[in-house]
């Protein structure tokens, strides 16, 4: 993938970036923005119909502390999956932990920058993992959520995407 960066370093284009922190953990970071103001943008990332029609369906309480089942329904077999909502500030900040998952957490940040809305995507892996492939599923995932808040074209299938978008990662389409 990319040489890492000093933790500081904000990620660049469309691609992940990964990061070495202190600890020996990685830090994974997507930088995404859009015309869009940041309500538009916090209505594909939480309400219910726009949210299945990029990343899944999440039933449960929508609160800090809340808790739900989230299934990632674009997978190729799709699980719900207990979740918490760890923070709730719309429209500028959603934390969501995985349950049963440990050190399983994705935060979200909204913000207007330069007259845009950017979303700030972070996940922190422990030391060791291979990011590679959490990289490219949540590339594709930000992908359909750019077609949801932008209107930009979806990416298509895993297969195509991979296909186009894997090379950049180091990783290519298994024959």
């Known amino acids: 993938m990319t040489q890492p960066e000093t933790p500081a370093d904000p990620p660049t284009g469309r691609r992940g970036v990964v990061t070495e922190l202190p600890d020996g953990r990685l ?3 997507f930088r995404r923005s859009w015309p869009e103001g940041p309500d538009d943008v916090w209505a594909a ?20 502390g809340g808790r739900g089942t989230l299934t990632m329904t674009h997978e190729a077999e799709p699980v719900g999956e207990p979740v918490t909502v760890v923070e709730c500030d719309p429209p500028r900040r959603l934390v969501v932990e995985w349950v049963d998952q440990a050190d399983w957490r994705v935060e979200l940040a909204l913000a207007v920058e330069s007259g845009r809305t950017t979303l700030h995507f972070v996940q922190v892996f422990a030391a060791g993992t291979d990011v590679v492939d959490f990289a490219l ?4 995932y930000l992908d359909k959520l750019d077609a949801e808040a932008g209107g930009r074209p979806a990416p298509g299938d895993w297969d195509s995407f991979l296909a186009a ?7 290519t389409p298994e024959a």
């Open 27 to 29: 830090r994974l970071e």
């Open 45 to 64: 990332l939480t309400e219910p119909d726009r949210l299945a029609r990029w990343f899944g369906r999440y039933e449960g309480e929508r609160a800090p």
């Open 137 to 140: 599923g949540w590339h594709w």
């Open 165 to 171: 978008t894997g090379p950049d990662y180091g990783r």
